[in-house]
Structures are given as structure tokens and as C-alpha cells.
């Protein structure tokens, strides 16, 4: 069974330009999750999916960050303009729907720096 | 609101001993309870987890973790480390209720010396 899968690995840009990530999860997934981890610290959920629509983005700062998830599978998570304490890494993670299906699996992550 | 604790930063261990990585969560309601562990430059890998039943929880790579509800803690364990085993390890809990999300500790940091 492949993993979550994610592009790009590393990311450098300068502030104020704009980035975007991508997701593809393990195929059958319904749930999908974005976290950023910043360095010496636990990843801190983003956004969840529940198929193409979002169940929890509380923790989204909305005026700068995006995502989408437009048929169910794959999701972009997208930062504009992008401010220096957004350098992290951000990790997809993704869910089987099952109600006994509790295991969130991981991507690698991609590692974003902002000059 | 919910929370983890790792109350330690870093936990040296010599290969073949024992080792203990602990934690401890709030939640209301059940808890259901994680262990990940990240090696450098990698995304989070599921070790074990505790749902519902027996306290005592065996995971991936020889690991263990014990739920201990009257002390909310929920210990990693492993009785012979290995210096493969070096890397940073996550506690994580979310309550039972249908969508609710994990927290993550900040994480210990494990190195096993030869």
C-alpha cells in the first residue's frame, strides 16, 4: 500500500511570495489533515477534510493560508504572502473513514524556509 | 480544551537497557492515545496506539505503552533499547467523540548510546 505522498520536499522562497503544497493520501482515505511543525515543537493541525469538505480550520490563519480539496483525493495548501515565522515543515496526513479506523498516517512533509 | 505533557526534552538510555518515555494528557471523555516517532527528515511513523481495552498496548519495533486512567499517563516503553532506536518521539491524544482532532506533545528526544 503506497503512503501519503508529498511535493515538494523542500521549499525556499523569500517573504511576501506566495507557495503552495501538494497531498496525495492513501487511496481510500475520506479524511485528510495539514500541520505545520515548527522546529522543537508538535505538528498543530491546520485544516481537516472529511472527503472534499473542511470539518476543522480553526487554526488556519485565513488571511494568508488556503487549502483545498476538490474532489475528495488530493489537497493543495497554499500561503500568500508568506512571513518568516511560516518557515516549518508542514505534514499531510490522511485517515480511512472506518469508525474503528483511528491511525492518522503521514506523509515526509515538505520543509518550507522563508528568507 | 485538550493537552499533552512530555515533560522531558531529552532521555538518554544505553543500548540494551531499559527505556521509558513518558506522558501525560487532559481530555474529557475517553481518551484515545498515540505514540509517533520522526527520524530525521521524515513525516511522523504510527508506533501504537490505545483505543479500548487492555492497558497494556504492544506496538511497533518492540515498544509498549501502558494507559493508566487514575494517573492519565501513557508511558512508552521498551525493555531492551536499540541505538536505532534514536529519534524524536510524540505522545498525541483526542477525545472519542466523531471528529475530534489530535493534540501533540512537543516531543522527547531519544538517544540510545552504544
Known amino acids: 500500500e503506497a503512503g501519503v505522498a508529498q511535493s515538494p520536499r523542500y521549499k525556499i522562497i523569500e517573504k511576501r511570495q506566495s507557495v503552495a503544497f501538494w497531498c496525495n493520501p492513501i487511496?481510500?482515505?475520506?479524511?485528510l489533515y495539514w500541520y505545520q511543525q515548527i522546529l522543537g515543537q508538535g505538528p498543530k493541525l491546520l485544516i481537516q477534510f472529511q472527503n472534499n469538505g473542511v470539518v476543522d480550520d480553526s487554526q488556519l490563519p485565513k488571511d494568508r493560508f488556503s487549502a483545498e480539496r476538490l474532489k475528495g483525493v488530493d489537497s493543495t495548501l497554499k500561503i500568500q504572502p508568506a512571513k518568516l515565522e511560516d518557515s516549518a515543515v508542514y505534514l499531510c496526513?490522511?485517515?480511512?473513514?472506518?469508525?474503528?479506523?483511528?491511525?492518522?498516517?503521514f506523509g515526509p512533509g515538505t520543509r518550507l524556509l522563508v528568507l | 480544551a485538550q493537552s499533552v505533557a512530555q515533560p522531558e526534552d531529552q532521555v538518554n538510555v544505553a543500548e540494551g537497557n531499559p527505556l521509558t518515555v513518558k506522558c501525560t494528557y487532559s481530555v474529557s471523555g475517553n481518551p484515545y492515545l498515540f505514540w509517533y516517532v520522526q527520524y530525521p527528515n521524515r513525516g511522523l511513523q504510527f508506533l501504537l496506539k490505545y483505543i479500548t481495552g487492555d492497558n497494556l498496548v504492544k506496538g511497533s519495533y518492540g515498544f509498549e505503552a501502558e494507559f493508566n486512567k487514575s494517573q492519565t499517563s501513557f508511558h512508552l516503553k521498551k525493555p531492551s533499547a536499540l541505538v536505532s532506536d534514536s529519534a524524536l518521539y510524540f505522545c498525541?491524544?483526542?477525545?472519542?467523540?466523531?471528529?475530534?482532532?489530535?493534540?501533540f506533545g512537543k516531543g522527547t528526544m531519544l538517544l540510545v548510546s552504544p
Open positions: 487511496s481510500g482515505h475520506a479524511t
Open positions: 496526513a490522511s485517515r480511512s473513514g472506518g469508525r474503528r479506523q483511528e491511525t492518522q498516517y
Open positions: 498525541a491524544v483526542r477525545d472519542s467523540s466523531g471528529y475530534s482532532t489530535l493534540t
